[in-house]
């Protein structure tokens, strides 16, 4: 089965081979011969030196050239304009070049505990994103701009594209402060569906029932709020916090 597979791949590949080069022969790009505008990076060096740093920063950013140059995803390169500095992102990136100058400076005034000096690049701190939030304040950020929804969706397309990447901390604790945090600003109902995504996420979790019965009982639902307290009874038989709501659930719903 695996053979026949990488064979089918390979067949993908050779035809790709074969289409590719005669669209690309009419916009031929290549790295100009002398760059012309270096404000940070040594100018006296051929633009060809810049092909691995240009395309580390697409890589640690998970961007395109667009994301900091001018030109329009789709259109050849040529009709980028590589020296223009009007794409604002690209004075950012130079500003993280100085920061990352002066870092490195100061990391050599260190002697490293481990056998090597660890080398900070761009990637350290972005892992593929464009601005390296948390995933609390990527949320966070989505739920200011476009609302509770909007935020949900984003967890589903962030854990999608970099679960396994490192990039963010998928554990519970994200998404039961980030709900703790909206709870506290008054917004009863998107911390409720905040910690209803981590009982999905992780539903063997006494504590993640915990912090949604309490949305529930923040925003006055004594009926769930007692149904997800009995939960978290149900997975952590000793848990005195549940036991306690549950006796001042009990005696709110005689008054
Ligand atoms: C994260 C931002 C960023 C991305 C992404 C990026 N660049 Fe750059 N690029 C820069 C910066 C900043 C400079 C100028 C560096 C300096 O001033 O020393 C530059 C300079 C250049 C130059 C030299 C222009 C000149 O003549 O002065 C070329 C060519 C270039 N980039 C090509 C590319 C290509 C091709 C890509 C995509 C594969 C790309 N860049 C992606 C930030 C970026
Ligand atoms: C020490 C951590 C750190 C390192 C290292 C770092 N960055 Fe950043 N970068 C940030 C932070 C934080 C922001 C977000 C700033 C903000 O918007 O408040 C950012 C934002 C940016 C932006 C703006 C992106 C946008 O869409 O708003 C660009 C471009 C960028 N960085 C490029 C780079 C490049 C290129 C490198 C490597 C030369 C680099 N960064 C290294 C922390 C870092």
Redesign the pocket.
Same mark, same amino acid.
């Given at each position: 089965m695996a053979f026949r597979r990488s064979h089918q791949l390979y067949g993908i590949a050779l035809l790709a081979v074969i289409v590719v080069p005669s669209s690309q022969s009419q916009d031929q790009w290549t790295?100009?011969e002398k760059?012309?505008?270096?404000?940070?990076?040594n100018k006296d060096w051929s633009?060809s030196r810049?092909s691995p740093i240009?395309?580390g *920063?697409?890589r640690s950013?998970g961007?395109?050239?667009t994301?900091?140059?001018v030109g329009e995803e789709g259109k050849p390169?040529t009709s980028?304009d *590589?020296?223009s500095d009007a794409n604002p992102?690209?004075?950012r990136?130079?500003e993280m070049?100085r920061m990352l100058g002066s870092v490195n400076d100061h990391l050599k005034k260190i002697k490293p505990s481990g056998d090597k000096p660890v080398n900070m690049w761009?990637h350290t701190c972005h892992r593929g994103r464009p601005r390296p939030l948390t995933l609390g304040e990527e949320l966070g950020e989505q739920y200011r701009a476009k609302g509770i929804d909007a935020a949900l969706e984003h967890y589903a397309d962030l854990k999608l594209r970099f679960a396994s990447r490192g990039a963010y901390d998928f554990g519970e604790r994200s998404l039961n402060d980030l709900g703790f945090e909206l709870l506290e600003k008054g917004d009863a109902p998107a911390a409720i569906k905040i910690f209803k995504l981590n009982t999905d996420e992780f539903p063997k979790s006494a504590n993640t029932w915990d912090s949604l019965a309490e949305g529930y009982m923040k925003a006055g639902d004594i009926k769930l709020a007692t149904q997800y307290y009995e939960k978290v009874l149900e997975l952590d038989p000793k848990s005195e916090n549940a036991k306690e709501k549950l006796k001042t659930l009990k005696e709110s719903s005689k008054k």
């Open positions: 790295w100009p760059p012309k505008n270096l404000q940070v990076l633009g810049l240009m395309r *920063f697409t950013l961007v395109r050239c994301h900091c140059h390169l980028y *590589f020296v992102n690209k004075d990136a130079r070049l761009c």
